[in-house]
């Protein structure tokens, strides 16, 4: 181990069960441990935690075994990687009790790093330096102990004290060494003050002693960096720079050289009196607009550009303006000026005022005609006052709308569900006027509200640095609403009102069509038609599995084609109003067979069909009805002067004397076929049916 650190430059530790601390060591790529005991026994295990409580991530699994020499003494080792945090740890070994003993060997990799900045090296230095710099200017030269990560190590890597020193070698004198001081804090960093440099070619490089605890010391050295010190020279060429006379929308591209010994810089343009000068008028370097910065190189060629914003203000502008453009360097205080003169013509012609005469509930436009002396089309922004802190309007903000005008007729441009609050609009020689249009409601009073529109520029006009802002002009708009009468504000409100009202009527007529309407159960109707059948001694009983055909032929006969067909027949809109009703009635004719095919059910579209058999029995003589009543069926017959009902006996009412023929209500009446006197019943021959 220790000719292993003393070949890297750093030191190894020993460890033990009354010294198991071990230093952050921050920096290092990493921390090998090699555990020893002695004797056989259970594995080797490491413990290490910081002062917290907390282990550092360790880099793949101990490596774990025994060794011995020949015949010798038996030995238990582990060995283990972990990547160092910032804190102390303790190292402890368990499965060895407290005879044990660990070598921590912390892998640096260093290497030095040098670099220059401006200043002095209290505040570790400004700007970095280039490979230049001017004659008597002050440079802080920093070294710094880097690992293989390039992070710079705490001073912990050595046992012994850090030892850092600068040779310096310039062209025609003897080298130099001086000492660099360390800086503040904890980590291996050094530094040293040179002032007042002279003009000639350096070269510096930074060496590292580390003390080891053998007494050597380990020596790095770091790459060596060069500095070129010179009177530094920069200017423009040409000196200064006419762009003419300029309009709105106008540019004026110069080219301009950039001259001298200086090293390549990030610099960026200054105009001087900016808040002197209008905002529209803007200067920019090969694209770059004021306070931008770029890198200029020696002989560089650029164009230096002077623009005017379509807007400048509210008022025309005629005037020469002489001033100078700067270009400042970001490092070092350097800056070059450039005496420009240019002649700023701007004409403009706003409206004085904008009036909207308009009817309520129809819409009215006015055009908004700005004129200048624009160069081309070019873009201005517009924008109402708020309409909340208008001198007057309808109490009722929705009474009237005033906006830009849309494509479709009596509607405004609109974003995010609401009227456009400001719009960019083309102004210039051949570009459309920009449409204002005013929007009252039916109910808008008449009246004149005032408001004003603002013209600024273009959200594409910004405003350079230093400068101030530009002043908007306001168009004093007026809207004078003509009153369209009391029944167009409140004429639509009555016929919406009534609309509502009928649609109301409408259900509600349609909801007592259906509740007024009794339908038929074909499960309940079909158990109250029973088909019944001689016995031997001359009574009827009911015909066996005669449920299901019956059930079946009630639905055949009980489409919901057919039933909603005599429903209709019926006319619902009858029993639609209060007191009407619809009971769904079917006609039974019923045959003493068989065969149920031949016995048939006949819907009847009529209404009050009880009441009708009541006022003229005779015109049903003979006749079986079922009706719908509260959820059932009922059943009624008219029989005739025979007792006959639907060609059978109603043979509870065969004995009674021959009277007027009156409607009965059936209930588990026997219907049954006429016997003679000659006619005998058989077993099992269809008698007749069962009713209600």
């Given at each position: 181990?220790?000719?292993?650190?003393?070949?890297?430059?750093?030191?190894?530790?020993?460890?033990?069960?009354?010294?198991?601390?071990?230093?952050?060591?921050?920096?290092?790529?990493?921390?090998?441990?090699?555990?020893?005991?002695?004797?056989?026994?259970?594995?080797?295990?490491?413990?290490?935690q910081d002062r917290n409580g907390v282990s550092p991530s360790s880099l793949g699994q101990a490596q774990t075994g025994q060794h011995h020499y020949s015949q010798g003494k038996v030995y238990r080792f582990a060995a283990l990687d972990y990547r160092p945090q910032q804190e102390p740890v303790t190292v402890e070994v368990e499965g060895a009790g407290s005879a044990w003993k660990v070598v921590a060997l912390p892998e640096y990799r260093l290497a030095v790093r040098m670099s220059l900045r401006q200043g002095e090296c209290e505040g570790q230095g400004g700007g970095p330096v280039g490979s230049a710099a001017e004659v008597g200017s002050?440079?802080?030269?920093?070294?710094?102990?880097?690992?293989?990560?390039?992070?710079?190590?705490?001073?912990?890597?050595?046992?012994?004290?850090?030892?850092?020193?600068?040779?310096?070698?310039?062209?025609?004198?003897?080298?130099?060494?001086?000492?660099?001081?360390?800086?503040?804090?904890?980590?291996?960093?050094?530094?040293?003050?040179?002032?007042?440099?002279?003009?000639?070619?350096?070269?510096?490089?930074?060496?590292?002693?580390?003390?080891?605890?053998?007494?050597?010391?380990?020596?790095?050295?770091?790459?060596?960096?060069?500095?070129?010190?010179?009177?530094?020279?920069?200017?423009?060429?040409?000196?200064?720079?006419?762009?003419?006379?300029?309009?709105?929308?106008?540019?004026?591209?110069?080219?301009?050289?950039?001259?001298?010994?200086?090293?390549?810089?990030?610099?960026?343009?200054?105009?001087?009196?900016?808040?002197?000068?209008?905002?529209?008028?803007?200067?920019?370097?090969?694209?770059?607009?004021?306070?931008?910065?770029?890198?200029?190189?020696?002989?560089?060629?650029?164009?230096?550009?002077?623009?005017?914003?379509?807007?400048?203000?509210?008022?025309?502008?005629?005037?020469?303006?002489?001033?100078?453009?700067?270009?400042?360097?970001?490092?070092?205080?350097?800056?070059?000026?450039?005496?420009?003169?240019?002649?700023?013509?701007?004409?403009?012609?706003?409206?004085?005022?904008?009036?909207?005469?308009?009817?309520?509930?129809?819409?009215?436009?006015?055009?908004?005609?700005?004129?200048?002396?624009?160069?081309?089309?070019?873009?201005?922004?517009?924008?109402?006052?708020?309409?909340?802190?208008?001198?007057?309007?309808?109490?009722?903000?929705?009474?009237?709308?005033?906006?830009?005008?849309?494509?479709?007729?009596?509607?405004?441009?609109?974003?995010?569900?609401?009227?456009?609050?400001?719009?960019?609009?083309?102004?210039?020689?051949?570009?459309?006027?920009?449409?204002?249009?005013?929007?009252?409601?039916?109910?808008?009073?008449?009246?004149?509200?005032?408001?004003?529109?603002?013209?600024?520029?273009?959200?594409?006009?910004?405003?350079?640095?230093?400068?101030?802002?530009?002043?908007?002009?306001?168009?004093?708009?007026?809207?004078?609403?003509?009153?369209?009468?009391?029944?167009?504000?409140?004429?639509?409100?009555?016929?919406?009102?009534?609309?509502?009202?009928?649609?109301?009527?409408?259900?509600?007529?349609?909801?007592?069509?259906?509740?007024?309407?009794?339908?038929?159960?074909?499960?309940?109707?079909?158990?109250?038609?029973?088909?019944?059948?001689?016995?031997?001694?001359?009574?009827?009983?009911?015909?066996?599995?005669?449920?299901?055909?019956?059930?079946?032929?009630?639905?055949?006969?009980?489409?919901?084609?057919?039933?909603?067909?005599?429903?209709?027949?019926?006319?619902?809109?009858?029993?639609?109003?209060?007191?009407?009703?619809?009971?769904?009635?079917?006609?039974?004719?019923?045959?003493?067979?068989?065969?149920?095919?031949?016995?048939?059910?006949?819907?009847?579209?009529?209404?009050?069909?009880?009441?009708?058999?009541?006022?003229?029995?005779?015109?049903?003589?003979?006749?079986?009805?079922?009706?719908?009543?509260?959820?059932?069926?009922?059943?009624?017959?008219?029989?005739?002067?025979?007792?006959?009902?639907?060609?059978?006996?109603?043979?509870?009412?065969?004995?009674?004397?021959?009277?007027?023929?009156?409607?009965?209500?059936?209930?588990?009446?026997?219907?049954?076929?006429?016997?003679?006197?000659?006619?005998?019943?058989?077993?099992?021959?269809?008698?007749?049916?069962?009713?209600?």
């Amino acid at each position: 181990a220790r000719v292993l650190s003393r070949s890297q430059g750093y030191e190894s530790y020993l460890l033990t069960p009354s010294a198991p601390g071990l230093a952050a060591h921050r920096g290092a790529e990493r921390v090998r441990l090699l555990a020893v005991a002695n004797g056989a026994g259970e594995p080797l295990r490491f413990r290490i935690q910081d002062r917290n409580g907390v282990s550092p991530s360790s880099l793949g699994q101990a490596q774990t075994g025994q060794h011995h020499y020949s015949q010798g003494k038996v030995y238990r080792f582990a060995a283990l990687d972990y990547r160092p945090q910032q804190e102390p740890v303790t190292v402890e070994v368990e499965g060895a009790g407290s005879a044990w003993k660990v070598v921590a060997l912390p892998e640096y990799r260093l290497a030095v790093r040098m670099s220059l900045r401006q200043g002095e090296c209290e505040g570790q230095g400004g700007g970095p330096v280039g490979s230049a710099a001017e004659v008597g200017s002050t440079v802080c030269i920093l070294a710094e102990l880097v690992n293989a990560a390039g992070q710079p190590v705490s001073r912990d890597v050595s046992a012994g004290d850090l030892e850092a020193r600068l040779e310096i070698r310039q062209a025609g004198r003897a080298s130099t060494d001086v000492a660099i001081n360390p800086l503040p804090g904890d980590q291996a960093r050094f530094g040293v003050t040179r002032s007042h440099l002279e003009k000639g070619d350096y070269e510096f490089q930074p060496v590292v002693r580390l003390s080891l605890g053998s007494g050597d010391k380990a020596t790095l050295r770091g790459t060596p960096v060069s500095l070129q010190v010179a009177s530094i020279s920069i200017a423009a060429a040409p000196a200064q720079l006419d762009f003419g006379t300029l309009r709105p929308g106008m540019k004026a591209p110069r080219q301009i050289r950039w001259t001298g010994n200086f090293p390549p810089a990030r610099a960026h343009l200054e105009l001087r009196d900016r808040s002197e000068i209008s905002a529209c008028v803007t200067v920019e370097l090969s694209g770059a607009a004021e306070g931008k910065a770029q890198v200029i190189e020696p002989d560089s060629q650029h164009w230096l550009t002077a623009r005017v914003s379509p807007y400048c203000g509210p008022r025309s502008i005629q005037r020469a303006i002489q001033t100078s453009v700067s270009l400042v360097f970001e490092e070092g205080d350097r800056r070059v000026e450039v005496p420009v003169k240019l002649a700023l013509d701007y004409r403009i012609q706003i409206p004085e005022e904008l009036t909207i005469p308009v009817r309520a509930g129809e819409s009215a436009d006015v055009d908004v005609n700005i004129r200048g002396n624009f160069d081309g089309e070019v873009k201005l922004r517009a924008a109402f006052d708020g309409l909340d802190q208008a001198e007057s309007w309808p109490e009722e903000r929705d009474d009237l709308e005033l906006g830009f005008a849309a494509e479709r007729r009596g509607r405004l441009r609109e974003a995010k569900g609401g009227p456009l609050a400001a719009e960019d609009f083309q102004v210039g020689s051949g570009a459309a006027p920009l449409r204002l249009r005013a929007v009252p409601s039916r109910c808008c009073g008449s009246g004149e509200y005032r408001t004003a529109l603002a013209l600024t520029p273009a959200a594409s006009q910004k405003t350079p640095p230093g400068a101030r802002p530009l002043e908007p002009a306001r168009i004093p708009v007026r809207v004078r609403v003509e009153p369209a009468g009391a029944w167009a504000c409140y004429g639509p409100r009555v016929l919406g009102g009534l609309a509502i009202l009928l649609l109301l009527l409408l259900i509600a007529y349609l909801i007592n069509m259906v509740r007024h309407s009794s339908f038929l159960h074909p499960e309940t109707l079909a158990t109250r038609l029973k088909p019944l059948v001689w016995t031997e001694f001359g009574d009827t009983v009911e015909q066996k599995s005669s449920k299901a055909e019956v059930l079946r032929r009630v639905r055949q006969e009980l489409t919901p084609w057919k039933r909603a067909l005599a429903w209709i027949q019926a006319n619902p809109f009858a029993f639609g109003l209060p007191g009407g009703a619809y009971r769904e009635t079917v006609e039974l004719f019923l045959q003493p067979s068989r065969d149920l095919n031949r016995s048939q059910l006949v819907l009847q579209p009529v209404r009050g069909l009880q009441e009708r058999i009541a006022k003229e029995p005779e015109a049903y003589a003979g006749r079986l009805f079922a009706t719908a009543t509260g959820g059932g069926v009922t059943f009624l017959a008219v029989p005739d002067s025979s007792a006959r009902v639907s060609r059978l006996v109603w043979t509870d009412a065969a004995e009674r004397e021959t009277e007027r023929p009156k409607a009965v209500r059936l209930l588990k009446a026997r219907l049954l076929r006429y016997l003679d006197a000659l006619d005998l019943p058989q077993e099992n021959e269809p008698a007749g049916w069962q009713v209600g």
